[in-house]
């Protein structure tokens, strides 16, 4: 029998990924990494209208409401805008750019449509930063909310690519004014389960960013692992969330997961935490993603909100302080689910929800991955005891192009740079990531565990934790905090916190350093970008 052949006759990215033998070891899934054929957006888009669900609503955005089979003819007519009028073949690169919307979503589905690879990047990065994502990945089309044009225009003339830009607004533009020629009706192209879905970007590190690339089938795969064993999602489900889709947490909790359930995703460019919250009630909204930062904010906020809909919170991005989940459920009645991933595996490979749910823990391993802590060398560690975390299932590590897959993948498993331990039951515990571990005077600190305490503190609004240089100790801990307290009281306010934390746990970990800033660092989704404390 003739094996199927791929129709990404682009073979740009095909060509980039590293050599076979750096591949993580892929623990397939029945029924994602078996058939002859997988487009994504065959079980994304398709079958809803197939199955006669097509009425339903798909997408909500302000007071605009896209059912599936609205949002079936606007992606048809994007696929025909791209194939038609600008030649987008099957593996060609798409660049796309906004805040998430409808549009971004309908630009997305009509990429993995014709076969073509999704570039999905983040509106606040400037043109510098574009640059190296289109010197990287090469686009033969870019598709870009009107708003955000200049600083793409910039960076197309700086990477010397001339790459065609079609732009948009909500519910018009140039983008809808090209679809507005042509018919609703498009096939879906016969992509292989390992043809390329789409590339997307670390974000959170200095220098030259990492391209992660992710087939079809990881894409489905998501949905039958995190989606389905911690979400469980139904069709009257209204999904909310603060990511951005160019992170590949918001592109699952916000497009892929809402999707292959047939249920309904709000997708609104900003929330303040204020918004949020009035956003779940004016939607009722039943799942929300966001940020632990978002859900302490929100419990000190939600006063007079019921949030009765909300039957479901997931908290990624960063470790999840014990006082904020504390807080949510005694304001809630609902224990937040936590779940960790890493751009390379595209989602979440551990975490609990509801029942399963232990303090101090994450979680165990989504059915389908497994995890390990392992020491330096790759020998797995005893329960308790603090490594490397290593994980492998269906989906992993897969760098465009870049020597540092070498380091991220060994001896088949995915090793995500998180210090972590295992407790004998298989849950697991966050400590901290590998860089940010604070290894003061030969003790090992987990920069996570000195935040919880000091979140404890009522002073304290919001903390983060690194280490720094000392001739003395190799490391000091060094505490950088948020609070209402008056700038001539915050010097007896540190000595406070200092032995707050001496009082709370062991002695050894107080910050030696306790310095007060008006913000913290954070990227698009609210993540606290730690290095950049670090480089001060």
């Known amino acids: ?38 487009n994504c957006v065959s079980l994304l888009l398709d079958r809803h209208i197939a199955d006669g669900h097509g009425g339903r609503p798909a997408f909500r955005s302000g007071e605009r409401t ?30 796309i750019r906004g805040g998430n919307s409808p549009e971004v979503a309908l630009v997305w589905l ?48 700086l990477s010397g690519k001339d790459v065609p830009v079609i732009s948009f607004e909500a519910g018009h533009g140039e983008l809808f004014e090209f679809m507005a020629a042509t018919s609703p009706h498009e096939q879906t192209c016969t992509t292989l389960p390992d043809d390329i879905s789409l590339i997307a970007f670390t974000s959170g590190t200095t220098g030259r960013p990492k391209a992660t690339v992710h087939f079809h089938r990881d894409v489905i795969a998501i949905c039958e ?16 969330g603060t990511a951005p889709m160019a992170f590949t947490f918001g592109l699952g909790g916000l497009l892929v997961f809402p999707l292959h359930a047939g249920a309904c995703s709000v997708l609104n460019a900003r929330y303040s ?34 949030l009765n809909t909300l039957r479901l919170a997931v908290s990624s991005g960063e470790a999840l302080p014990l006082p904020v989940r504390q807080a949510w459920a005694a304001a809630t009645g609902k224990e937040l689910a936590e ?27 989504i059915p389908g991955f497994e995890i390990a802590v392992v020491d330096a060398a790759g020998r797995r560690l005893p329960a308790n005891q603090i490594g490397q975390l290593a994980v492998r299932g269906p989906t992993g590590c897969r760098y ?67 280490g720094e240089a000392s001739d003395e100790r190799g490391q ?21 916190l200092q032995d707050h934390v001496k009082t709370t746990i062991a002695p050894y970990k107080y910050p030696r350093a306790v310095r007060f800033v008006d913000q913290l660092p954070r990227n698009e989704s609210g993540k606290i970008q730690r290095f950049r404390l670090r480089d001060d």
């Open 273 to 306: 935490p204020e918004q949020l919250l009035d956003a779940i009630e004016a939607y009722g909204a039943t799942v929300c993603f966001t940020v632990p930062t978002f859900f302490q904010q929100m419990v000190k906020l939600k006063a007079g909100q019921s």
């Open 476 to 496: 000091i801990v060094v505490a950088y905090v948020v609070t209402p307290v008056a700038e001539q009281a915050r010097p007896a306010l540190a000595s406070d």
């Open 110 to 157: 009509a990429v993995q449509k014709i076969g073509a690879v999704a570039v999905t990047t983040m509106s606040l990065l400037r043109d510098s930063e574009l640059q190296v994502i289109i010197e990287m990945s090469r686009p033969a089309l870019a598709v870009c909310e009107a708003s955000l044009l200049p600083d793409l225009a910039r960076a197309n003339g």
């Open 66 to 95: 896209w059912t599936y089979q609205e949002l079936n003819d606007h992606v048809c007519r994007a696929a025909k805008v791209m194939v038609g009028d600008y030649g987008i073949k099957p593996g060609n690169r798409v660049l």
């Open 400 to 466: 465009l192009d870049d020597e540092r897959q070498k380091v991220y993948v060994r001896d088949g498993w995915n090793i995500t740079g998180d210090a972590c331990s295992l407790s004998e039951d298989g849950y697991l515990a966050y400590h901290s990531r590998q860089d940010d571990m604070i290894i003061s005077s030969g003790y090992n600190i987990s920069g996570v565990e000195v935040e919880n305490a000091l979140l404890l503190h009522p002073d304290v609004r919001e903390c983060a934790v690194v």
């Open 339 to 365: 779940v960790l991933g890493s751009t390379e595996m595209l989602h979440a490979f551990a975490g609990s929800a509801g029942d399963d749910v232990r303090p101090g823990f994450i979680g165990p391993a």
């Open 1 to 38: 029998m003739t094996p199927p052949v791929s129709p990404q006759k682009d073979r740009f990215v095909h060509d980039r990924l590293p050599p076979a033998e750096q591949w993580p070891q892929i623990v397939p899934l029945a029924g994602v990494s078996d058939p002859d054929s997988l």
């Open 225 to 240: 692992t995190m989606c389905r064993h911690i979400i469980a999602p139904s069709r009257d489900d209204v999904f909310i």
